[in-house]
C-alpha cells in the first residue's frame, strides 16, 4: 500500500493550494481517506475525513475554508485549502482507514506547506 501527497508548497496568507494524494494496493473506494497535519511542537491533528458517500468531517479550525473530496475512479483524495492563514503551517499526511475502525492504517509521506503571513 502506498500513499503518495502532492501540492505542498509556499504560499502567501490569503492564498490557496489544493493537496492531492494518489492511493495505490487498496481497496480505495471502500476506505475512508482523511488529511492530517503537524506544526512544528504541536500534536498532530485531523484535518479533515471523508466517506466512501463523500460525507466529510472538518476540523473547526479549517470549516468553510478547506474542502476534502474524492475521485475513487483515479484513487485520489484531494484537500483544497482557500484563505490559507499562517497558522496552516505545517507538514500536511494523507491516510486511509477501513470504515468502521479508529485506527488509521495507511498513512502517506507528507508534504510541507507554508503560509507567510
Known amino acids: 500500500v502506498q500513499l503518495q501527497a502532492f501540492g505542498g508548497g509556499l504560499v502567501q496568507s490569503g492564498g490557496f493550494l489544493r493537496l492531492s494524494c494518489l492511493a495505490s494496493g487498496l481497496p480505495f473506494s471502500t476506505y475512508v481517506m482523511g488529511w492530517f497535519r503537524q506544526a512544528p511542537g504541536k500534536e498532530r491533528e485531523l484535518v479533515a475525513g471523508?466517506?466512501?458517500?463523500?460525507?466529510?468531517t472538518y476540523a473547526e479550525s479549517v470549516e468553510g475554508r478547506f474542502t476534502i473530496s474524492r475521485d475513487n475512479a483515479k484513487n485520489t483524495v484531494y484537500l483544497q485549502m482557500n484563505s490559507l492563514k499562517s497558522e496552516d503551517t505545517a507538514v500536511y499526511y494523507c491516510a486511509g482507514k477501513y470504515r468502521g475502525t479508529a485506527d488509521w492504517t495507511f498513512w502517506g509521506q507528507g508534504t510541507q506547506v507554508t503560509v507567510s503571513s
Open positions: 471523508i466517506w466512501r458517500s463523500s460525507t466529510a
